[in-house]
């Protein structure tokens, strides 16, 4: 959506190294902030989150960090494997009126080369 | 504990009918959203419903309906299909609504020839 912006769209890198993607966003109000992987002909699936009381969060290989006074939040990847080449969205709350719906990034198509 | 699970996986429809998905949230969760998702595109929100209401609605129009029911189970209707809306359709269920911790379905692939 356009009140989400991620980059790059695509990326490769070398079995081993780290990959980066960073996502920006426009709601201050916004207070969740999830990372999707969507392996090929798969659901999304939910890899990491971050709330806004947090500014980074890490679980093995794969880390969130948040920047809210920026308004920007990064997934990164360490130790990349080949089963981790995937898309990546980043989604964030963003009010609509009323109401709050997760609007997703435009997604970054991670290729690990062996 | 059983996922997020749609029916059917694929379908193809032709131009002009119409068509409904189905989609049964996680045991306990009573929202569901749903999303369309093209190459081109990307996930776009289409709505979200909560206990039988429809809290939000992205921009897609009328010809794209929802509806809730007790057991939190959700349906999609779609009408006078067009080529456009071949896409992958998702939904995704949370315990609350409004852009909380969400869980996909596996989607259904909808074709219209």
């Known amino acids: 959506g356009e009140n989400v912006e991620q980059h790059p769209s695509t990326l490769s890198v070398q079995e081993g190294d780290s990959a980066v993607i960073k996502c920006t966003y426009s709601?201050?109000?916004?207070?969740?902030f999830p990372w999707y992987k969507q392996e090929l002909g798969k659901r999304p699936q939910l890899i990491i989150d971050?709330?806004?009381?947090?500014g980074e969060k890490k679980d093995q290989r794969i880390a969130v960090t948040l920047n809210k006074t920026a308004k920007h939040f990064s997934l990164h990847i360490t130790e990349t494997q080949p089963e981790d080449s995937a898309v990546y969205f980043c989604?964030?709350?963003?009010?609509?009126?009323?109401?709050?719906?997760?609007?997703f990034g435009s997604g970054t198509q991670l290729t690990v080369l062996p | 504990k059983a996922g997020v699970t749609q029916t059917p996986r694929y379908l193809i429809k032709t131009r002009g009918q119409q068509v409904t998905l189905s989609c049964s949230p996680i045991?306990?969760?009573?929202?569901v959203s749903w999303y369309q998702q093209t190459p081109g595109q990307g996930l776009q929100f289409l709505f979200e419903?909560?206990?039988?209401?429809?809290?939000n609605k992205g921009n897609f129009p009328g010809r794209f309906s929802g509806r809730q029911f007790s057991n939190s189970r959700s349906e999609m209707n779609v009408s006078t299909l067009e080529l456009g809306d071949s896409a992958l359709y998702l939904c995704?269920?949370?315990?609350?609504?409004?852009?909380?911790?969400?869980?996909f379905g596996q989607g259904t692939r909808l074709t219209v020839v």
């Open positions: 995704a269920s949370s315990l609350q609504w409004g852009g909380t911790e969400a869980f």
């Open positions: 709601d201050s109000a916004s207070n969740y």
């Open positions: 971050i709330r806004s009381n947090v």
């Open positions: 989604a964030v709350p963003i009010s609509s009126g009323s109401a709050r719906q997760l609007t």
């Open positions: 045991s306990g969760h009573r929202s």
């Open positions: 419903y909560f206990s039988e209401t429809q809290r």
